[in-house]
């Protein structure tokens, strides 16, 4: 997070930060960029484990402070998702399970049910109650028609007209139907050398705020599935 305020701002992003400036996390850190095959393995189980602090930190009190979908937004699509269409696997790319890892760590720090990855990298977990289900679902993987790696989301207000996104990048009217009815709006775009991965991470975004959402406010519902 290096373009904009609100991802430097990120509660969990502060978090993190503070614990890679000691030595501790230094040391831990270099033991498993330098650990060859396992490497994504521990990077993705260290990672867990902050998440794990943060989230912890947070509950301390018996009191939530909720995470809006805008900042898990922000913070997914730098995840690198893109599918591939030629692999034949399902996922098509072992790297969603990265975001998928992530994710696992979040639902269970929230202290949902049954929270796993199955053999096709699904992440799943469960509200447990005794009255209706409802799933509530969305997919990590993004469009391989344009680059999803080095994503780097930033916040603008749309002024109208034509908004550029970097020197031969634009967004218009003719390309974007629809874009003039924003006028006056804040908007999530990258900065034109990637996609922005809203398709699906909006979504996933928007499931894991109404999640936290539900325990915060302590809202009545049925069984959820995620």
């Known amino acids: 997070y290096t373009t904009s305020d609100e991802c430097r701002q990120n509660p969990l992003m502060t978090h993190l930060r503070k614990l890679a400036s000691s030595r501790s996390y230094r040391k831990k850190s270099g033991e498993y960029l330098c650990d060859g095959t396992n490497a994504a393995l ?4 260290f990672c ?11 509950l301390q009190g018996g009191t939530l402070e909720m995470e809006s979908a805008k900042s898990r937004f922000l913070r997914y699509v730098t995840y690198y998702t893109t599918s591939d269409d030629f692999t034949g696997t399902s996922p098509s790319t072992e790297r969603q399970k990265d975001l998928g890892n992530v ?3 979040e639902l269970e720090a929230l202290r949902l049910e049954d929270v796993h990855m199955d053999d096709c990298g699904n992440v799943l977990a469960t509200f447990p109650r005794s009255f209706c289900l409802i799933a509530l679902i969305a997919h990590m993987d993004t469009a391989p028609g344009a680059s999803g790696e080095n994503v780097k989301p930033r916040l603008v207000r749309y002024e109208g007209g034509e908004l550029k996104l970097n020197d031969d990048i634009s967004l218009t009217e003719a ?4 874009l003039k009815d924003h006028v006056g709006d804040e908007l999530i775009v990258t900065d034109g050398t990637t996609l922005l991965g809203a398709d699906d991470k909006a979504g996933i975004a928007e499931i894991m705020a109404a ?9 009545r519902h049925g069984e959820v599935r995620v």
């Open 42 to 45: 521990h990077r993705a189980a």
């Open 48 to 58: 867990g484990t902050l998440i794990e602090q943060y989230y912890a930190a947070r």
């Open 103 to 105: 994710l696992m760590q």
């Open 175 to 178: 390309l974007c139907p629809g």
């Open 211 to 219: 999640v936290e959402t539900i325990l915060e406010k302590n809202l």
